[in-house]
């Protein structure tokens, strides 16, 4: 795998949108959200800013209606 090439780890979907966990080397292991469309496909929200892992790429997901639970770190 290329040192830029994202990793896709574990996913979710909650009504429209698709979660998972992405891992670069720009943001560790973060989560991403998409709508299906190039323009609404993105970085959700970073746990941990910078290129620490901020969740485990082990971690359990589950989801309730609207909610997304797992574990992160710290």
Known sequence: MAKDQP????????KTR????????A???????????????GLAFEVTPGT???I???THIAT???LLF???RG
């Open 7 to 14: 990793l896709v780890q574990e996913y979710s979907t909650i």
């Open 18 to 25: 698709m979660w998972f966990l992405i891992t670069t080397s």
């Open 27 to 41: 943001h560790g292991t973060e989560w991403w959200k998409s709508d299906g469309t190039l323009s609404g496909t």
């Open 52 to 54: 620490q892992m901020g």
């Open 56 to 58: 485990s790429s082990s």
């Open 64 to 66: 309730n209606g609207d």
């Open 70 to 72: 797992f574990s992160a």
